[in-house]
């Protein structure tokens, strides 16, 4: 089955009991919540990391207990992320979540050589969405680890996000790279680099992936604004992926998908050995539950 909404997976995941996952700095009410949801769904165990009292009283506070769960005591968000990465790489652990710390300070303990979570394929963030203005789910990528990606990383980032989408069911999908405009123009490097991803077709026939830009939001999403503007590209109008240029770019757009369209997401990193369930922190309990149900359902495969 084609998991191609967040209820689909959500739901897929429930009683697949994918093992435990590690949560860094756990002390955080709508992780607490997700957490304890992903636990009585059956989706899988976690391990709290952080401040085991301040842990307890959130708990208490949402109606849960602290005996019924595993709590390890980390303080400090470097040390919250060493732990809950050490307990990955030692197999005590089959994916990782960011709790109540920054980005940065995870991202330290999962790149260490030490421990065994790289892979020497590049780490990128895949954001899925899904809102009533458009009829698909769609992914975003990269808005949360690669702040200025070249070419290359920029073809690795859509590799991931392919890689992503065939553990999820896809057989074909189309992707947009993210552009001012859909006029090639030698004085933007954007521009550039969505025309030779573009040519690296061969590159994507294994993932029935189709690249097509560079183009604008609008005619990525929007058949009407393809008709308007004639743009007859295949895939126009109908993206399941957009590779956006920046890190900027993708993040505002998220966060508008979010704020402004209502949209409901689920975000993780992938190209590490495990997945790791990221996003913001100001992201409801409900966004960070279908994240782990999504980190379930690619826990243990080569995404």
């Keep these: 089955m084609m998991l191609n909404s967040i209820d689909r997976i959500v739901e897929a995941a429930r009683d697949r009991r994918a093992g435990r996952f590690a949560i860094a700095a756990a002390q955080d009410v709508d992780v607490l919540k997700a957490a304890a949801e992903a636990a009585e769904a059956g989706i899988a165990e976690p391990i709290l990391i952080g401040d085991p009292a301040e842990i307890g009283r959130l708990l208490s506070a949402i109606g849960g207990k602290a005996a019924d769960f595993s709590i390890v005591e980390a303080q400090g968000a470097a040390a919250c992320a060493l ?60 808005g949360g680890m690669n702040t200025f990606p070249d070419l290359a990383k920029k073809a690795d980032i859509l590799e991931n996000a392919a890689l992503l989408f065939r553990k999820l069911g896809y057989e074909s999908m189309t992707a947009a790279c993210i552009c001012g405009a859909e006029i090639v123009d030698p004085q933007i490097q954007s521009t550039l680099e969505a025309a030779s991803l573009v040519a690296m077709k061969q590159r994507w026939i294994p993932y029935g992936l189709t690249v097509f830009g560079p183009v604008g939001l609008d005619l990525a999403v929007s058949p009407e604004a393809c008709r308007h503007k004639g743009y007859g590209v295949p895939g126009g109008g109908s993206a399941d992926i957009l590779l956006v240029p920046t890190y900027e770019v993708g993040n505002g757009i998220g966060k508008a998908l979010t704020y402004f369209g209502g949209a409901r997401s689920a975000g993780i990193i992938v190209g590490a050995s495990v997945p790791i369930v990221l996003v913001s922190r100001s992201d409801t309990a409900e966004t960070k539950l279908a994240s782990i149900a999504l980190a379930a359902i690619v826990s243990g495969s080569t995404v």
């Design 83 to 142: 732990a809950a990465a050490k307990l990955v790489g030692s197999g005590k652990a089959d994916f990782l979540m960011k709790g109540k710390l920054g980005t940065a300070d995870l991202m330290r303990a999962v790149l260490d050589k030490d421990l065994g979570l790289r892979t020497g394929r590049l780490l990128s963030h895949v954001m899925l969405y899904e809102m009533s203005a458009y009829p698909r789910m769609l992914a975003l990528t990269d």
